[in-house]
């Protein structure tokens, strides 16, 4: 039933991108419009800056363009930041929000992300809420309990009601080559799927659990294969066209 959904592909270019590359999106629309449609929903959430511009180029395509971060907050005194509305308005569709980096970069808090989920659905938006456990927490046993607690604290009421979307992203596997097994993920992801419908019913089934981590061309098809995984949020491998449309095409 959970597999049945349709799986989401989500580029997540973080810090990186100028406009020169959104050559690298015209690429990819180019290969998604020459063959057959996907049956995945491609996306790809560039930094802020290039929103709209990539939007131009992705939406006659189908890709649906994300934002990576939002304020909590709809406007206000609040320098530097950016709202959802705002992403909104710019084209995004989707908004990442405690992604592990944020998380450990500016101290995103499981609350903080919650706000931010609220604030993402409350601009007609879908948040991907992210949670993972540490190398450290791995080793010491505690990756169940961690992403519990994340899970529980982060995924906002709203989302009984309201689409929302759940990363899985064990933080020693983001950037670094390395992955769970395929037994890790599907148990963790299992679990997540198991903690959903408890608190959410049949919403909870439908809510699309992706992986992320080293998701690349070499394991997104046995990655992708696995168990209640319904996508991935994918880095390094996104910035360049030819390796996202190989893990599209996996999907
Ligand atoms: P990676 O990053 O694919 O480069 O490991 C994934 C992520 O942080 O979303």
Known sequence: MADSLTKLIAGNWKMNGLRASLFEVEKLASKLTAGAA???????????????????????????????????????????????????DAGAQLVIVGHSERRADHGETDELVRQKAVSVLAAGLTPIICVG???????????????????????????????VVVAYEPVWAIGTGLTPT?????????????????????????I??????????????????????????????SLLADDLFAIISAA
Not at 136 to 146: C, H, I, K, L, N
Request: proline residues 6%; charged residues 20%; contains cysteine.
């Open 133 to 163: 456990e540490t190398r450290a927490e791995r080793e010491a046993g505690t990756a169940d309990a961690v992403v519990a607690a994340q899970l529980a604290a982060s995924v906002p009421d709203e989302a009984a009601d309201d689409d």
């Open 208 to 237: 699309k659990l992706l992986y992320g981590g080293s998701l690349k061309p070499g394991n997104a098809r046995e990655i992708l294969a696995i168990e209640h995984v319904n996508g991935g949020l994918i880095g390094g491998a």
């Open 182 to 206: 395929s037994a890790d993920i599907a148990q963790m992801h299992k679990s997540l799927r198991d903690q959903l419908v408890k608190r959410f019913g049949a919403k909870g089934a439908a």
């Open 38 to 88: 996907p049956r995945c929903t491609v996306a790809i959430c560039p930094p802020a800056t290039l929103i709209a511009a990539m939007n131009q180029i992705a939406a006659p395509a189908g890709i649906v363009v994300g934002a990576q971060d939002c304020h909590p907050a709809a406007s206000g005194a609040h320098t530097g930041d950016l709202s959802a509305p705002m992403l909104a």
